[in-house]
């Protein structure tokens, strides 16, 4: 069975530049969330879609990130404008069903932005 | 507020010794617990969940109501248990701890 996939793995970015991250969540799984993880912390939850409706966006920063999922399969996230603190690992996962399941991790971009 | 909180950010421990990570909830009603485990250049994965009852990798957590925890715990570390891991808290979504980064001594 494939993993989940995430392009880029690395981005380098100057602050009020916009940056766009991928990923292609395992084949049949419903739900797909984005976690962003800045560093000596754990992952927190930006954003959960159930197939591609929005289940929980609470924690997305709303005036700069973005998210979409338009097939639900594959989804994009979006930061326009950056700022510093934006640097962090940004992590896809996607479960079965999504609620308690266990979720499946991408590999992560890496996003610094100076 | 849901909250998961581990206390100890490194745990150094010797091959062979026991290992005992902590993991301390805060939540109302009927949690269910998990650990993620991500090993050096590899993805975040799930180690336990409390519900299984199971012992991964000689790895075992139990729930304590009482005392809103879920340590981990394996009778004798090994070389490749170094491993940043996180406790995790799942309701309708899954809340993670800081994480604990275990490190075993030769």
């Known amino acids: 069975e494939a993993g989940v996939a995430q392009s880029p793995r690395y981005k380098i970015i100057e602050k009020r530049q916009s940056v766009a991250f991928w990923c292609n969540p395992i084949?049949?799984?419903?739900?797909l969330y984005w976690y962003q993880q800045i560093l000596g912390q754990g992952p927190k939850l930006l954003i959960q879609f159930q197939n591609n409706g929005v289940v929980d966006d609470s924690q997305l920063p709303k005036d700069r990130f973005s998210a979409e999922r338009l097939k639900g399969v594959d989804s994009t996230l979006k930061i326009q404008p950056a700022k510093l603190e934006d640097s962090a690992v940004y992590l896809c996962?996607?479960?079965?069903?999504?609620?308690?399941?266990?979720?499946?991790f991408g590999p992560g971009t890496r996003l610094l932005v100076l | 507020a849901q909250r998961v909180t581990q206390p100890e950010k490194l745990l150094s421990v010797f091959k062979g010794a026991p290992v005992e990570l902590k993991c301390n909830y805060s939540y109302s009603g009927s949690p269910e617990l998990f650990w993620y485990v991500q090993y050096s250049r590899q993805r975040l994965q799930l180690l336990l969940r409390?519900?299984s009852r199971e012992s991964i990798k000689g790895f075992t957590a139990d729930l304590n109501k009482g005392e809103t925890s879920f340590h981990l715990k394996k009778p004798f570390a090994q070389e490749e248990d170094s491993a940043m891991y996180y406790c995790a808290l799942g309701d309708d979504k899954i809340i993670f701890g800081k994480g604990t980064r275990l490190h075993i001594l030769p």
């Open positions: 996962a996607s479960s079965s069903r999504g609620g308690s399941e266990t979720q499946y």
């Open positions: 409390h519900i």
């Open positions: 084949s049949g799984h419903a739900t």
